[in-house]
């Protein structure tokens, strides 16, 4: 049984922007602060990361309510500006989730974002129900501990019981995505569909253009 972990942003959808409008709405709204996201180079990064991280830049601290009442007005906010920012799929991920339920795989989730946010980015273009579970995060704001987490939850639901990291395989768009899919023993497979700079991809196990050529996709996560 092989275990994918999908990142979101860059890999399986575009959002457009939606993610970076929400929450600025999100600071503005809980705190006053107006671009709260200037000058951050957030790609790659977890949403426990990024909210601490903006507030610590506007000299605030965040506590664990400050970022559970972030979340809670985050998330209908996103919900809203991925309609309005005409988000959209990658090329190829329908036809290769599609594939993928015939196959011996678990499918799950390696995002940055929060479990409600990948909800609201997933669910309206109805491929949420494909992954079963995953690391979010909320679960750890660094990107190698919330696959950890992730992989674990993975393996209860592997018909095998999984037991090695060698049967994971991470798929996403940044060298954050590689370092921590490596980190943790996974083969990564990494997409130019995203948020990478030339050469930031060149320590994944497969790099490809995008997901549209179903046999050499379908190849890299599962040879």
Same mark, same amino acid.
């Given at each position: 049984?092989?275990? +994918?972990? *999908?990142?979101?942003?860059?890999?399986?959808?575009?959002?457009?922007?939606?993610?970076?409008?929400?929450?600025?709405?999100?600071?503005?709204?809980?705190?006053?602060?107006?671009?709260?996201?200037?000058?951050?180079?957030?790609?790659?990064?977890?949403?426990?990361?990024?909210?601490?991280?903006?507030?610590? @830049?506007?000299?605030?601290?965040?506590?664990?309510?400050?970022?559970?009442? =972030?979340?809670?007005?985050?998330?209908?906010?996103?919900?809203?500006?991925?309609?309005?920012? @005409?988000?959209? +799929?990658?090329?190829?991920?329908?036809?290769?989730?599609?594939?993928?339920?015939?196959?011996?795989?678990? +499918?799950?989730?390696?995002?940055?974002? =929060?479990?409600?946010?990948?909800?609201?980015?997933?669910?309206? *273009?109805?491929?949420?129900?494909?992954?079963?579970?995953?690391? *979010?995060?909320?679960?750890?704001?660094?990107?190698?501990?919330? +696959?950890?987490?992730?992989?674990?939850?993975?393996?209860?639901?592997?018909?095998?019981?999984?037991?090695?990291?060698?049967?994971?395989?991470?798929?996403?768009?940044?060298?954050?995505?590689?370092?921590?899919g490596h980190a943790i023993g996974a083969k990564v497979v990494a997409v130019r569909t995203g948020y990478a700079q030339p050469g930031d991809l060149d320590n994944a196990d497969v790099i490809l253009d995008d997901l549209s050529d179903l046999s050499a996709s379908m190849a890299a996560l599962l040879d």
């Open positions: 049984m092989t275990i +994918l972990l *999908f990142d979101i942003d860059g890999t399986l959808s575009t959002s457009q922007g939606a993610g970076t409008q929400a929450m600025t709405r999100t600071f503005q709204q809980l705190w006053g602060i107006d671009n709260a996201l200037k000058g951050m180079n957030f790609a790659g990064r977890s949403d426990s990361w990024i909210v601490p991280t903006a507030l610590a @830049n506007h000299g605030r601290d965040c506590s664990p309510e400050d970022l559970a009442r =972030f979340i809670d007005h985050y998330a209908p906010h996103l919900g809203t500006a991925v309609q309005e920012r @005409n988000s959209r +799929l990658c090329p190829g991920v329908r036809p290769l989730l599609d594939a993928l339920t015939h196959e011996d795989v678990t +499918l799950g989730l390696g995002t940055g974002n =929060f479990r409600r946010a990948a909800q609201a980015k997933l669910k309206p *273009f109805d491929i949420w129900d494909y992954f079963i579970d995953g690391g *979010f995060g909320d679960d750890h704001p660094d990107r190698t501990e919330l +696959l950890a987490i992730g992989l674990e939850r993975l393996r209860q639901h592997s018909t095998d019981g999984a037991h090695t990291n060698a049967d994971a395989v991470v798929i996403g768009d940044t060298s954050h995505d590689i370092e921590a």
